[in-house]
C-alpha cells in the first residue's frame, strides 16, 4: 500500500495514523483487565515494552526506506 505514495512525509504520517488505530483497537478492551495490570503495577511495563516495539519498527521502517531510496538513485544514474 505504502509503495503508492512518493512523499515521505505522506508515508510516515500513514504509518503513524495507523499504528494509533491499532492502539485503540488493543487498549479497548474491558476494564476488568486494565484495572488489574494496575493494581499490580505491571502496566508500565506493558507501556514500555509496546512504545519500545514501536519505535523500533519506525527506526527499520526508515532505514529500509532511505536504502531503497539509495537504490532508486543508483539505479536512475546508472540508466541515464
Known amino acids: 500500500m505504502f509503495f503508492l505514495f512518493k512523499n515521505k512525509i505522506l508515508k510516515i504520517v ?6 494509533f488505530q491499532n492502539n485503540v483497537i488493543i487498549f479497548a478492551q474491558n476494564e476488568a483487565s486494565s484495572d488489574m495490570m494496575r493494581s499490580m503495577g ?18 527499520y ?20
Do not use: P, T, W
Open 42 to 59: 505491571k502496566i508500565n511495563v506493558v507501556v514500555a515494552v509496546i512504545i519500545s516495539i514501536f519505535i523500533g519498527m519506525f527506526y
Open 14 to 19: 500513514l504509518s503513524i495514523v495507523i499504528i
Open 61 to 80: 521502517l526508515y532505514r529500509l526506506d532511505k536504502k531503497l531510496s539509495n537504490l532508486e538513485n543508483q539505479l536512475k544514474s546508472n540508466n541515464e
